[in-house]
């Protein structure tokens, strides 16, 4: 069994040992497999790429072909202790539909993403005028998966919008190592994680105050 | 006791394990009626353990038998499932304890309408009651007690295997530890019961069927029977399939004949399959089966709400299906997965590329094999079975 990526082995960090686990976009399944391992969890997984489910099932997994912009409405409310979005949020077609439904499938949702607002990319546009392409946005614009990037700030705005709370965040660098903040200070400052980092992790909750 | 099976085709690989059969007092059926007694044909492979726990019980599909994994007494052509099931293999006889059953309405052993009605004396015909997958999921049922099984590890089978495999986990779910439905559905299309009626029409129309009474007029159905057959044939196969293995080359001649003997290589196959067919079925089982999938619809009795019949269930499931099967395709298979993710149950659901339409079940598929290997391990894993 190979090693985790650091940012797995983060998101794993955040999952409760014998919990039931919903990973969204789950790939070949090495983070699930992983907390089915380690962790003991009630794995189940969600994979849109065919090949990956198969791996998957083939390796043990639980894991269905799935589209997490229509799949996620048909599980019912609350049936997860955690719910894994990892690097697929910026691929989804409603991120805010799907950010809900995962919301209130499960208690608690990992998310993983991409900064648009990284200052690579924004020198990148600025000076060159060209869409850009970083180590973790290696895409031409013509052919990227990623229909709705944002940056940190952005993510934040709509997990207030849907009525969540953040209660962990962690910087990505571009080599994939994680680094603890504390959530507010994601978005203080020009020069905060907003700015600096190529990627971010969130563990979010239905924010019981406001129930939106 | 078991005793030996009584086939009602003749038995010409004298050699090949005949399998065995228990008689039960009765079987109450869904059409209100009963089977008094009926006699279930099996055979299994494999060692059950001390903890009787590593018991997979294989389902067949509509013209298939209990003869899985070792050769066919009746045909002397091996068992239809052997790249999966045997030593070494991903259902692996070294290790589980492999039971088939041969379902109520056939004709390898099991009670059905070839057999002789103990009230009268002559064969059932049409006076057998209509069954349905339940029933024959009820018969299994008894018979798997009477093995003094409680919990199957496992129920796989493909096609109406695979409905049957639906049922045991809505039936019994406390029975079944993992289900693995294949190249199935939750219930029987439109298209699928019209195909079905098409192949009743042609036994029935056939003079030497007789009213179902074929038997006593010392007849056999058998161009109505194949005629069936072909027509069934063809939906097992893709066009991609039939494309690329006969394409429109023409059968032992240069030209065409501007006759109506058979030109084609697909013409001829065909020919086979219904020729070969009449030799090791019955026409009247054909008839009672092909209606017992007709009426297959397990939602029906909740409202049309299929997940609520896979509430709180125990099974874990894994659902497989193949990209060119247009007789249960893929979308049927993940109304099933979606009905389990809506009620949060455990469940995979592989999709798997192949050219050759329904019947990629029975062939060597590579990623289906994989897939079944994967998940009976993961499950042997949590039921701690070596």
Same mark, same amino acid.
């Given at each position: 069994?190979?090693?985790?990526?650091?940012?797995?082995?983060?998101?794993?960090?955040?999952?409760?040992?014998?919990?039931?686990?919903?990973?969204?976009?789950?790939?070949?399944?090495?983070?699930?497999?992983?907390?089915?391992?380690?962790?003991?969890?009630?794995?189940?997984?969600?994979?849109?790429?065919?090949?990956?489910? &198969?791996?998957?099932?083939?390796?043990?997994?639980?894991?269905?072909? /799935?589209?997490?912009?229509?799949?996620?409405?048909?599980?019912?409310?609350?049936?997860?202790?955690?719910?894994?979005?990892?690097?697929?949020?910026?691929?989804?077609?409603?991120?805010?539909?799907?950010?809900?439904?995962?919301?209130?499938?499960?208690?608690?949702?990992?998310?993983?993403?991409?900064?648009?607002?990284?200052?690579?990319?924004?020198?990148?546009?600025?000076?060159?005028?060209?869409?850009?392409?970083?180590?973790?946005?290696?895409? &031409?614009?013509?052919?990227?998966?990623?229909?709705?990037?944002?940056?940190?700030?952005?993510?934040?705005?709509?997990?207030?919008?849907? /009525?969540?709370?953040?209660?962990?965040?962690?910087?990505?660098?571009?080599?994939?190592?994680?680094?603890?903040?504390?959530?507010?200070?994601?978005?203080?400052?020009?020069? /905060?994680? &907003?700015?600096?980092?190529? /990627?971010?992790?969130?563990?979010?909750?239905?924010?019981?105050?406001?129930?939106? | 006791?078991?005793?030996?099976?009584?086939?009602?085709?003749?038995?010409?690989?004298?050699?090949?394990?005949?399998?065995?059969?228990?008689?039960?007092?009765?079987?109450?059926?869904?059409?209100?009626?009963?089977?008094?007694?009926?006699?279930?044909?099996?055979?299994?492979?494999?060692?059950?353990?001390?903890?009787?726990?590593?018991?997979?019980?294989?389902?067949?599909?509509?013209?298939?038998?209990?003869?899985?994994?070792?050769?066919?007494?009746?045909?002397?052509?091996?068992?239809?499932?052997?790249?999966?099931?045997?030593?070494?293999?991903?259902?692996?006889?070294?290790?589980?304890?492999?039971?088939?059953?041969?379902?109520?309405?056939?004709?390898?052993?099991?009670?059905?309408?070839?057999?002789?009605?103990?009230?009268?004396?002559?064969?059932?015909?049409?006076?057998?009651?209509?069954?349905?997958?339940?029933?024959?999921?009820?018969?299994?049922?008894?018979?798997?007690?009477?093995?003094?099984?409680?919990?199957?590890?496992?129920?796989?089978?493909?096609?109406?295997?695979?409905?049957?495999?639906?049922?045991?986990?809505?039936?019994?779910?406390?029975?079944?530890?993992?289900?693995?439905?294949?190249?199935?559905?939750?219930?029987?299309?439109?298209?699928?019961?019209?195909?079905?009626?098409?192949?009743?029409?042609?036994?029935?129309?056939?003079?030497?069927?007789?009213?179902?009474?074929?038997?006593?007029?010392?007849?056999?159905?058998?161009?109505?029977?194949?005629?069936?057959?072909?027509?069934?044939?063809?939906?097992?196969?893709?066009?991609?399939?039939?494309?690329?293995?006969?394409?429109?080359?023409?059968?032992?001649?240069?030209?065409?004949?501007?006759?109506?003997?058979?030109? @084609?290589?697909?013409?001829?196959?065909?020919?086979?399959?219904?020729?070969?067919?009449?030799?090791?079925?019955?026409?009247?089982?054909?008839?009672?089966?092909?209606?017992?999938?007709?009426?297959?619809?397990?939602?029906?009795?909740?409202?049309?709400?299929?997940?609520?019949?896979?509430?709180?269930?125990?099974?874990?499931?894994?659902?497989?299906? @193949?990209?060119?099967?247009?007789?249960?395709?893929?979308?049927?298979?993940?109304?099933?997965?979606?009905?389990?993710?809506?009620?949060?149950?455990?469940?995979?659901?592989?999709?798997?590329?192949?050219?050759?339409?329904?019947?990629?079940?029975?062939?060597?598929?590579?990623?289906?094999?994989?897939?079944?290997?994967?998940?009976?391990?993961?499950?042997?894993?949590?039921?701690?079975?070596?």
């Amino acid at each position: 069994m190979s090693e985790l990526r650091p940012e797995l082995a983060a998101i794993a960090g955040m999952i409760r040992p014998g919990t039931r686990v919903l990973d969204v976009g789950c790939g070949d399944g090495a983070l699930l497999d992983h907390l089915v391992r380690a962790k003991n969890v009630d794995g189940r997984g969600i994979e849109l790429a065919q090949q990956n489910v &198969n791996a998957c099932v083939a390796r043990g997994l639980s894991v269905v072909q /799935g589209d997490a912009d229509t799949d996620l409405a048909e599980y019912p409310a609350g049936v997860f202790d955690a719910v894994i979005l990892s690097q697929t949020i910026q691929a989804t077609e409603k991120p805010a539909k799907v950010l809900k439904d995962m919301l209130r499938i499960g208690r608690r949702v990992a998310v993983s993403l991409p900064n648009f607002g990284y200052w690579r990319v924004r020198a990148s546009l600025l000076l060159h005028g060209r869409m850009p392409r970083t180590r973790t946005l290696d895409y &031409n614009w013509y052919d990227t998966p990623n229909i709705h990037l944002c940056t940190l700030a952005d993510f934040i705005g709509l997990t207030q919008e849907v /009525g969540a709370v953040i209660s962990e965040a962690h910087t990505l660098d571009s080599d994939g190592r994680t680094t603890r903040i504390r959530p507010d200070a994601v978005t203080s400052g020009f020069l /905060g994680p &907003n700015l600096t980092a190529p /990627g971010a992790i969130f563990l979010i909750k239905r924010d019981s105050a406001s129930q939106g | 006791m078991a005793e030996h099976p009584r086939f009602t085709r003749p038995v010409t690989a004298h050699e090949a394990d005949k399998g065995q059969a228990l008689t039960f007092e009765t079987l109450p059926l869904d059409c209100g009626r009963a089977l008094t007694p009926v006699t279930i044909a099996y055979i299994t492979h494999g060692a059950l353990n001390v903890e009787k726990s590593n018991a997979i019980l294989v389902c067949h599909a509509l013209t298939g038998d209990q003869f899985v994994a070792s050769n066919n007494p009746v045909t002397g052509k091996p068992g239809w499932w052997v790249s999966l099931i045997g030593p070494g293999k991903p259902i692996d006889t070294d290790r589980f304890f492999v039971i088939c059953a041969n379902v109520i309405g056939g004709c390898m052993g099991s009670t059905g309408p070839a057999d002789n009605d103990p009230a009268t004396g002559k064969p059932y015909g049409l006076t057998f009651p209509l069954i349905t997958i339940r029933d024959m999921v009820r018969a299994q049922k008894l018979l798997v007690d009477a093995l003094g099984i409680e919990k199957l590890f496992a129920v796989i089978g493909g096609s109406m295997g695979g409905m049957q495999v639906l049922q045991w986990a809505a039936s019994y779910p406390e029975s079944v530890r993992a289900a693995i439905p294949i190249a199935c559905a939750a219930r029987h299309s439109a298209q699928n019961i019209a195909l079905h009626e098409v192949g009743r029409q042609a036994i029935m129309a056939d003079p030497d069927w007789h009213g179902g009474e074929y038997a006593a007029a010392g007849a056999f159905p058998s161009k109505g029977l194949a005629v069936a057959r072909m027509a069934a044939h063809i939906t097992y196969l893709s066009e991609a399939a039939l494309q690329r293995k006969f394409g429109r080359n023409l059968q032992n001649r240069a030209s065409l004949s501007f006759q109506f003997a058979p030109d @084609f290589q697909i013409e001829s196959y065909l020919h086979h399959q219904g020729a070969s067919f009449v030799d090791r079925f019955d026409a009247n089982s054909y008839l009672y089966i092909t209606r017992a999938m007709d009426y297959f619809d397990m939602a029906e009795e909740h409202g049309g709400r299929l997940a609520e019949v896979f509430k709180c269930s125990p099974t874990r499931f894994c659902i497989i299906a @193949f990209t060119s099967d247009w007789l249960f395709p893929p979308a049927e298979n993940k109304i099933v997965a979606h009905a389990l993710n809506a009620v949060a149950g455990n469940v995979s659901f592989v999709v798997i590329d192949s050219d050759k339409g329904h019947d990629a079940f029975l062939l060597d598929e590579p990623e289906m094999f994989a897939a079944v290997d994967g998940f009976v391990d993961a499950v042997a894993l949590e039921a701690g079975i070596a």
